[in-house]
């Protein structure tokens, strides 16, 4: 059984069986791989959604989760999640991700994992985010992203709806149309760099060709102009 079967019992995710094939084979390589950093840790989940992957955090053993996410009525549906133990180890925080995190590293809080799943290519200021997560001090921060494939260190930029809760969060009211900047993996390498961070991208590879689907943006499309793909950023001193 894959962690995320119980989905299809909340009435969100009822009729949503591809999206949940797609989150049960992104597991392994987004909490699983990482069971070690997880057990007993602080964890920071940044853009958070509805709280599906803090939820796999608390699952996997961590102490604390602190989720957050700018969408009120996302976040409100932690509450719905079967197993009322693990909920109680999240703290569910609705606001903006960077104001959530200037006010993390004024209040000077630590954590142990920080998680950047589906955020980085909704943002436009790469560097700025993970110099704020930098600050929080954590020994393994975990990116899942999409990047383009231009070579060389680059960024795209590209408009988005804000009114897709897949998409980036507005940062005004009334905002109906943003720009968020997709950075190419060379790009995010330099930055994380810059930070004393080492780089290293999950082998998605090993996922035998037959169970791809659902998750064939992770893999070299002729006709895809970005791949997804998933890293782990840990301090070079460790």
Known sequence: MAFFDFLPQMPRYANAKTAVDRLNKRYPFLIADHAEDIAGARVLDLGAHDGRWAYAFAAAGASQVTAIEARAHLAEQL???????????ISMRVEDVFAGLEKAVATQERYDVVAVFGLLYHVMDHFRL???????QPKCVIIDSDFVKQPGAVIRLIRERTDNDLNAAAQSPGQEVTVKGVP???ALEIMSDALGYTTTWADW?????????????YYLSPDRKMRRGTCTLRPASL
Do not use: K, M
């Open 79 to 89: 509450t719905a999640f079967p197993d009322a133990q693990l909920s109680a180890r």
């Open 184 to 186: 190419s993996r060379a």
């Open 130 to 136: 993970l110099s704020l997560i930098h600050q929080l």
């Open 205 to 217: 590879g090993r996922l035998p060709a037959a169970d791809r689907a659902g998750v064939q943006d």
